[in-house]
């Protein structure tokens, strides 16, 4: 079975700053992917960018990036140029190759992050 | 288009009672799923289902039944409700394969007293 760890539990930023979130995770799988969501107050689950554990070079979506380190199964998402819109609970998840999706995602407990005007 | 809907966005019920929570997409996916979202916790798998007819149970399957009615729409129903049933429940929808994005509903309220 896999974990995923979220040892952040809230953070609080000014706006336009850049915050850094931390995800890591337990597998004995080799090949596996990725992923972090947003759910705002309005509950709605967002993805906001994926990462596939067999490449190397790190995913990027406008503002948001990933460090990706495959020996030290961690996982950790950078926003940059934080805005207020960004406040919102963050989930890390993982899903592994094996079994094409049947496990479906094995989600984080969640970083609440606060973007401050 | 509206992608992955679900009925009702809130209920209440008293333990013992019976309900079932609706979801459809309309994105012509294969793969769909039943999530449970407690407290300071992620969402976790229920059931999930490949394709029209199958299911499998996810991680937390005990007191739930699903029914996959076709390709569109997949429910889960509570025959039984008890107060650890408290949660928010959301379906998800996606393309087969594990890379895909799955599409979330807006997810339904359940409280059971």
């Known amino acids: 079975a896999q974990t995923v760890t979220q040892s952040q539990p809230e953070m609080s930023v000014q706006e336009a700053e850049t915050v850094t979130l931390s995800c890591t995770y337990d597998t004995s799988e080799n090949n596996y992917y990725l992923f972090w969501y947003k759910q705002p107050p309005s509950r709605q689950m967002i993805l906001v960018i994926r990462?596939?554990?067999?490449?190397?070079q790190n995913a990027t979506e406008n503002r948001f990036s990933v460090n990706f380190q495959k020996a030290a199964k961690s996982f950790s998402l950078k926003i940059s140029d934080s805005q207020l819109g960004d406040t919102a609970m963050y989930f890390c998840a993982f899903m592994k190759h094996e079994g094409g999706g049947a496990d479906g995602l094995t989600f984080g407990k969640g970083t609440h992050l606060i973007i401050q005007p | 288009n509206a992608g992955v809907t679900q009925t009702p966005k809130f209920q209440v019920l008293k333990t013992g009672q019976s309900m079932t929570l609706q979801c459809a997409q309309d994105m012509n996916h294969n793969s769909m799923y039943w999530y449970r979202q407690d407290p300071g916790m992620g969402l976790r798998l229920i059931y999930y289902?490949?394709?029209?007819?199958?299911?499998d149970k996810g991680e937390v399957p005990n007191g739930y039944n699903v029914s996959r009615l076709n390709k569109r729409e997949f429910s889960l129903r509570l025959e039984s409700a008890a107060p650890s049933q408290t949660s928010v429940y959301f379906c998800?929808?996606?393309?087969?394969?594990?890379?895909?994005?799955?599409?979330f509903g807006p997810g339904t309220r359940l409280t059971v007293l």
């Open positions: 289902s490949a394709s029209e007819g199958t299911t």
């Open positions: 998800a929808s996606s393309l087969s394969g594990p890379y895909n994005e799955q599409f």
């Open positions: 990462q596939e554990a067999y490449k190397q």
